[in-house]
């Protein structure tokens, strides 16, 4: 099984950032399908543009514009790519890079599909960086990618510490019915829980309110749609189920750092 080097990824390499233990990488994937193999160390997988599906040992990922993996180095996976255009953002972490911070990638083993919005936005500002400063980007990035690892690992000890049952049920209704309107009643029928008790608790799951949760939920459908390049930001914002065109704006500012038309010259700049 083929073992591939840093800043090696099957693809159209756009742009490469070498940094001190960490190696960004910006890919178009060419290949339809890729065989079994493994990367030198751990590393990020962020799907800008397009599809791919993603199988390991264990599950098949489906991904999409905005889904988000992490691989421990020693992860062997497969790849193939629909037809179409399809871009990843990759962020490689060598060995050292963990220990000189004093970080583990114990809890982070194996192949990780991030569901978690919080996580994701943290990726979108990564990317964000790496294009607008270039190699400029080390402090930036380093302290993005702490956040991001720390946030995962926390995440990582919530699941094995299982939540009540109506946690997942909640979360994933909230993501299956984005953009539609849900109502509390609905949510603590589905969960088999008081509506009180459901507004009370929610945050200590979710780390926030569950309106804020669902705004991000929101946000981060409509970067996936803006990465398809097929609709209109009006025809977005009504698609994620924004009231209007300036509610949409404010708060896709308001999560994401940039506003919608913003981050769509980014996309198409490469």
């Known amino acids: 099984m083929k073992q591939l080097q840093k800043g090696t990824f099957y693809g159209q390499t756009n742009e490469t950032i070498a940094l001190e233990g960490l190696t960004l990488t910006d890919t178009v994937y060419t290949h339809s399908k890729v065989d079994w193999h493994y990367h030198e160390h751990a590393y990020f997988t962020f799907i800008i543009e397009g ?3 993603e199988g390991n040992k ?3 990922y489906n991904c999409k514009a905005g889904d988000l993996l992490f691989h421990n180095w ?10 179409g255009f399809t871009r990843g953002f990759h962020v490689e972490i060598e060995q050292h890079w963990f220990d000189t911070l004093e970080l583990t990638e114990n809890n982070l083993q194996g ?8 996580i994701k936005f943290l990726m979108y500002k990564v990317f964000r960086a790496a294009k607008i400063e270039g190699t400029a980007v080390d402090f930036s990035i380093q302290t993005l990618l702490i956040e991001i690892l720390s946030k995962l690992e926390q995440h990582n000890k919530t699941l094995l510490y299982k939540n009540p049952k109506w946690v997942q049920c909640i979360d994933e209704a909230l993501h299956d019915q984005v953009g539609e309107k849900v109502t509390l009643e609905y949510l603590s029928k589905i969960a088999g ?4 008790h459901l507004s009370r608790d929610f945050s200590k799951y979710f780390h926030c309110t569950l309106s ?12 996936s749609l803006i990465a398809l390049k097929k609709l209109s930001l009006t025809e977005i ?15 896709f500012k308001e999560v994401n750092g940039l506003n919608p038309s913003e ?8």
């Open 193 to 196: 829980i008081h509506p009180v």
């Open 263 to 270: 981050h769509l010259k980014l996309l198409l700049a490469k």
């Open 237 to 251: 914002a009504h698609e994620c189920g924004f009231s209007d065109q300036s509610h949409f704006t404010r708060c």
């Open 51 to 53: 599809n791919v599906i």
């Open 74 to 83: 020693q992860e062997p996976h497969y790849n193939i790519k629909p037809d």
């Open 58 to 60: 264990k599950e098949i």
């Open 212 to 223: 804020e949760y669902v705004r991000k939920l929101k946000v981060e459908k409509a970067l």
């Open 111 to 118: 192949s990780i599909n991030i569901s978690n919005p919080d």
